[in-house]
């Protein structure tokens, strides 16, 4: 497998839905090619960042008028 | 006594029977879901806000329709991902056109190739990765997505839903999913990397 065949099945290989074979292929370019090695670690760390960042949550200002607008269309079925 | 937590299916069979507290319920336990789905598909709090609403509404609107054998969440995102790509096709687009996005995405391929070494940045400490101004370049990096690839991504990696079932939100084949979800990763890679490395990615 050269570098462009690796690139395709990267997403699929960090989220370990390869076949063993592939993998195996995977893994021994990996070996050897130190670019294709960044581009795994930083997809992969990519990955977990957008995991790991805090969600957005509701603030309070904006749940009130959710719970209101719902209230108020209850009220007028 | 016993005093459980009810199901999703409880609570709508409640609603159905006109309980207004089990709405009330049933959006407390998924607005923060469908907020944070949201903001990152929107890119702002006041768009965010519109979507809460939309989805919400449209949900009590339409829950006479939904049947208790499907899972209320799936249905919920279908309902919530539908309200966002509505409001953004009403607005101004800032996202990449397919062809400039695809083009960027793959400028990855002769990165890997080329002689001169990428830099790994993927060691970082967390709290450098994660700081206020890296948190704003992720957020921006996801609303330079074209949709089609944005909701795939927030649905998969950002919300944590398995593949199959962001196929079943979508409407989409697996495959399909996959192929969206990597191109949209391999993006903000190359985002990410031009910013912890300065341009060397």
């Known amino acids: ?77 | 006594m016993k005093h459980t937590v009810p199901t999703d299916n409880e609570l709508i069979e409640e609603i159905k029977g006109g309980r207004a507290e089990a709405l009330e319920a049933l959006v407390s336990r998924y607005e923060n879901k469908v907020y944070s789905l949201a903001y990152r598909m929107m890119g702002s709090r006041e768009d965010a806000e519109d979507v809460l609403q939309d989805t919400f509404l449209n949900v009590v609107r339409s829950l006479d329709g939904f049947r208790s054998q499907a899972s209320f969440s799936t249905w919920l995102y279908r309902v919530a991902t539908n309200a966002a790509l509505t409001r953004l096709r009403k607005k101004n687009k800032r996202e990449k056109g397919e062809g400039e996005f695809i083009e960027e995405v793959y400028s990855v391929r002769d990165a890997a190739h080329s002689q001169s070494k990428l830099v790994d940045w993927s060691d970082g400490p967390a709290e450098k990765l994660l700081n206020e101004e890296a948190q704003k370049i992720m957020d921006e990096a996801v609303n330079e997505l074209p949709e089609i690839y944005r909701v795939v991504f927030v649905l998969r990696d950002v919300e944590g839903l398995p593949a199959s079932e962001v196929a079943e939100v979508l409407d989409l084949s697996i495959p399909a999913v996959k192929s969206r979800l990597h191109r949209a990763r391999l993006y903000l890679r190359k985002r990410l990397s031009d910013y912890f490395t300065g341009g060397i990615s």
């Open chain 1, 1 to 77: 497998m050269d570098c462009r065949e690796i690139l395709e099945g990267l997403s699929e290989y960090i989220d370990e839905e390869l076949a063993d074979r592939t993998c195996r292929e995977i893994e021994s370019h990996l070996k050897h090619c130190y670019n294709c090695r960044v581009v795994v670690n930083t997809l992969r760390r990519t990955v977990t960042l957008y995991h790991e960042a805090p969600q957005h949550e509701v603030p309070g200002d904006v749940r009130m008028r959710l719970h209101k607008v719902i209230r108020l269309r209850e009220e007028s079925d």
